[in-house]
């Protein structure tokens, strides 16, 4: 479990990270979301110690990182993948890090198991890819078996299989019983990986929420519907403006209906005796949800329409 009590942290009178209070919970993924410069490195730089608080306190499992006797099998991190020396081979890097945790060095064998680097286990880091580089960071955030481990975009750059792969890890580890924290701006990944989410903006908290409550939440949400023929769907939009109920063209013999569901849809169609095609639900993406709850907190913007269902 990590805890942020009030946690804040200020460059030159600017606040980067803003008074941030929150539980971050075990047994799930949970992802840590905000547009660019919202703060997300920064709180998790706190958390692992490397950044200090100018108020507040970041706790993992009950303490501060300072005062973990062995940090690393208390909480593993991917917060720079390069911050391997080119150099040395990934066994060897894995071995040095265990030596200084207190870690038996037969855990390095595992690690590298576990994130399939075994066969190139004793070539330089300098000579892997940016995939080999994250597995490397992977493997030492998990060295010391720890019950929190935290990832900072992840998946940036990987191709198709490491990013599934990624995926996997991620919900084996909270499955286990971890505590999974993950910054990512691919909101699809997110949604495939996340439990729980926590979204800042400007250093504040905007919300925290299930993946399903968000999205749930969203104002695209519809009922899509395609009808026999144009009039018919005027009667329709008739009805539904006297409810009014919000309704929107799409083409000429589509609509998106929000506030209903398919059911009442169905019926009310049916008693005004128009032949329909189609009729279903259409929910917004994770991505969607998120775009219209962050809109305000976009600092480095370009101006955007509006999404709408189905884009
Ligand atoms: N060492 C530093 N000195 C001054 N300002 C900093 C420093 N580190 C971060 N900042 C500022 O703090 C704010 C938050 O940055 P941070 O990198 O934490 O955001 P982020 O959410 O991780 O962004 P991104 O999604 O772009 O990685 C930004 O305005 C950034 O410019």
Redesign the pocket.
């Known amino acids: 479990m990590i805890t942020l009590q009030g946690l804040t ?1 200020k ?2 009178g ?1 606040a ?2 803003d008074n941030l209070s929150l539980t971050i919970a075990a047994g799930r993924v949970t992802g840590f979301l ?12 706190m958390i692992m110690g490397l ?1 200090h608080p100018t108020s507040g306190q970041a706790l993992v499992g009950g303490r501060a990182y300072a005062d973990l006797a062995y940090p690393l099998r208390e909480i593993g991190a991917l917060l720079d993948a390069k911050a391997v020396h080119p150099g040395r081979s990934a066994r060897a890097h894995l071995r040095a890090l265990a030596r200084t945790n207190g870690i038996p060095v037969g855990r390095v064998d595992e690690v590298l198991e576990t994130v399939g680097l075994t066969s190139v286990a004793n070539r330089r880091a300098g000579s892997y890819s940016l995939g080999m580089g994250q597995r490397l960071g992977i493997a030492g955030a998990l060295l010391g078996n720890p019950g929190v481990v935290m990832f ?2 992840p998946v940036n750059g990987l191709d198709p299989d490491g990013v599934r792969w990624i995926r996997g890890l991620m919900r084996g580890l909270a499955a286990e019983g971890r505590t999974v924290f993950v ?1 990512s ?1 691919l909101m699809s990944e997110m949604q495939l990986t996340a439990d729980h989410l926590v979204i ?1 903006g400007k ?1 504040r908290l905007i919300t925290e929420t299930s993946v399903k409550e968000l999205i749930d939440s969203s104002s695209l949400n519809a009922v899509r519907v395609r009808g026999a023929e144009q009039e018919g769907l005027k009667m329709l939009v008739a009805r539904l403006h006297e409810s009014s109920v919000a309704v929107r063209w799409e083409s000429h013999n589509e609509l998106y209906i929000t506030g209903l569901t398919v059911d009442r849809v169905s019926d009310l169609a049916f008693e005004l005796g128009i032949r329909l095609h189609e009729v279903r639900s259409v929910e917004a993406s994770l991505e969607q949800a998120y775009m219209e709850l962050t809109a305000d907190s976009v ?1 480095f913007g370009a101006a955007a329409g509006r999404p709408h269902p189905g884009a």
């Open positions: 942290k460059y030159g600017q980067a990270v905000g547009p660019n410069g919202a703060g997300k490195s920064t709180t998790m730089r950044d900072d975009e910054s701006h800042i250093g600092e």
